[in-house]
């Protein structure tokens, strides 16, 4: 099994600047891909981006290219999603998820969660 616990949101003004992480046990960190999402009040959960066991291998989503980054500290067992120039419509629970070696960007092949992290962004 995989534990995940996500950290670092918070409530920011547009244009301003927040790093999320999330933070795994239970399995060999580097056997771990990572992918974030994002779920917006009354909308539909939102694939955001997705790391590579070992960090070499990044996808995002369109609508945050050029804005958000992943990366993989795997010493630290953890994955950081860096958001720069944060948008309202970036406002959402945010939620980092897990699965095992073969590296996916679709939400229904990742089998284990965090409980999520709130971003709100302000105009």
């Known amino acids: 099994q995989v534990q995940l616990v996500e950290s670092g949101g918070g409530l920011v003004q547009a244009g301003d600047s927040l790093r999320l992480s999330c933070a795994a046990s239970g399995r060999t960190f580097s056997n771990i891909v990572i992918g974030w999402f994002r779920q917006a009040p009354g909308k539909g959960r939102e694939f955001v981006g997705a790391v590579s066991r070992i960090g070499e291998r990044t996808s995002y989503t369109d609508s945050v290219k050029g804005r958000f980054t992943i990366s993989r500290d795997n010493a630290r067992n953890t994955v950081y999603l860096q958001m720069n120039s944060l948008k309202p419509e970036d406002t959402a629970v945010y939620y980092c998820?897990?699965?095992?070696?073969?590296?996916?960007?679709?939400?229904?092949?990742?089998?284990?969660w965090g409980q999520g992290t709130q971003v709100t962004v302000s105009s």
């Open positions: 998820a897990a699965r095992m070696f073969v590296f996916t960007t679709a939400p229904g092949n990742f089998d284990y």
